[in-house]
């Protein structure tokens, strides 16, 4: 085992990361999807419809930041993720971004149904983890960002990109309703840690 | 690990996908059953009353589609599972159906209780990980045919014929009450990444 | 992996066994314990007060079923489990029986605080997994022996061989209020899968 | 495997401890932190910030139990972790201490929960898992020390002193609010078995 995941090369530690979210209920089926940002300009993202267990590091394509187009394939027939123009507007959004992380969890559904119907955030409860964010307060008030879900994906991304661009989220993650997590972080580490304090955090918001 | 199911000799993917499920907790004891057909008018199915942890490839017994009737045994002793002929009648309707896999789960249990005594369906939760049955609905209304368990395995099997010719199901699954789900698809990758898929919606619908 | 427990020898078996269920939750810190027959009169049980993911061949002693004294000692420090006299009464009991499980569980504290203080069984959920215990009912109406935890354990024993001389139970298990379940096979990988199933139906039994 | 935890270099023996608690949820992202004392007046503990899936034995810090000073590092840059000061204290209270283990867990959120705002300690679930805090009581009243959380980590440590000093706790544990378990033995076996025989403690009284 590598020390940290920055020093495996980046598609092979998300074929790691795919396959020990898998093993923990959040990438059931091909459900999910997850990225590596290689320079300002791109950044890989698995392809569609691949079962997330059992992913090489051939399973990914190389997309533009600036429109979320490919510009690089490993095998012909693949296409990038159908959120693809969400890893896009997160890296727009936040240059120091360098990975970006999206799961399913049934405990993450419960958590954001405890939101009414149309809320854009909901607060995350008050527990030590939450300086796993870099969150130091006393009585810390965090919102997590709640987006609603839609088959139109390039609606929640400029959503996403819109929201964001007028105010920053006090963490590096948000949550789609009826749907699941996505973080990000500046490093493949740091997303990765976050991805399970988050989840950590939705466990204990579902059941409040 | 071969990249996909399908890369493995069938009967080895179902060892493989038995401990699999036998470490999630779906084949507990010898719970459950697997089958893999091999041709238009054959199939593969474990042996009665095996422990799902333990398996080889030589505790499947090979079964005609037509009736059910064994076919090659590698073991003089082995029956086929108690559900043969549910297997059967599935590879009767669904012609494009290449592997069954039915197991049982708690929350399975649960879900289907929610459904009144004597309900043919219930609701199946409308999250994104729906899409993994191919349903790409905005708000989808997708029912899990629902069928009451029985000593009588022949006459579930007949039921399941019977319902299905008039009208298939929206997903290539099925619950019977207090039992356990049953998943098929047109590939062995197809239906263990569905069964995935479908445990998730069970864990939602049973503490909706 | 041998094919079956039976194949290892029967303290590897047991070590096997116990590195399992600790991994399961079922064996935290030294709780539990394990026994195998090895002929009419005696028996192998784990050591007290030992780690039961960490085991090796030698935390085992010999005792004799006759009246749980001990015949062998692999160390010569070790003393039999704390309740050894529940194996022996066991297996003083059920002649067929060839080994016997011992484990806690927090759903199935939960499973027993549903039934009354004093109650001397409660009823197990009628689903397909019963069929484990060779229970072939349309309905079934299957209760499961509980017996009040006490610090005097040969007092337990003595409870359960008087009650079980008179009426053996309807499953070959047995509930421990505040404490935990203990199954019995007429193989090492009876018991095993009785104990898997027990489980399962002590979770569904818990939430009911 | 090593048969016990002593037999493994100590600073080998906590990468393993940290491992497997990482893979239960007990550490997510870089929270928690484990130490072992190597003689009356020093300790190794977990440098901070470290995700505790991948330590290496040079992800610790030796510091003195007198004040919790930095003896020596492994490597330049890391900082002793942040609740260093709650392990020197336990040492100085407890001379037989060798190992003091601490997570974070859901179920231990909720358990401490049920506690009243400002309450002092609550009572544990009166279960034989008990017996594994060496407590032989026919019927069990045992409270588990509480602490509230605060940013102040050193006035957490202090209060645990004072509060200490006064009456030792009736178990070698303590619980943060909204926060996680603390547990020390007098072995690094000892302070594991407890860890886990606390957690399923903890799970039982969440749900009660």
Do not use: C
């Amino acid at each position: 085992m590598a020390r940290l995941l920055e020093e495996l090369p980046p598609r092979v530690a998300l074929v790691e990361i795919a396959r020990d979210f898998h093993a923990r209920g959040w990438m059931s089926g091909t459900a999910g999807n997850l990225s590596v940002r290689v320079d300002d300009e791109h950044f890989w993202i698995t392809a569609s419809g691949k079962p997330k267990g059992r992913l090489d590091e051939d399973d990914f394509l190389l997309v533009r930041v600036k429109d979320g187009a490919v510009a690089e394939k490993r095998r012909a027939t693949d296409k990038p993720s159908a959120e693809t123009s969400i890893h896009a507007a997160l890296y727009r959004l936040f240059p120091e971004a360098r990975a970006a992380l999206h799961g399913h969890s049934v405990e993450g559904v419960f958590a954001a149904r405890r939101a009414k119907k149309g809320a854009k955030a909901f607060r995350l409860p008050p527990v030590e983890m939450l300086k796993g964010f870099d969150v130091w307060q006393q009585n810390p008030k965090v919102d997590l960002p709640l987006f609603e879900n839609t088959l139109d994906v390039a609606k929640i991304a400029k959503e996403i990109e819109a929201r964001f661009r007028k105010a920053p989220p006090a963490v590096t993650a948000l949550m789609l309703r009826d749907h699941g997590p996505t973080v990000w972080g500046a490093s493949l580490q740091e997303a990765y840690n976050r991805f399970e304090i988050l989840d950590f955090l939705l466990r204990v918001a579902a059941r409040v």
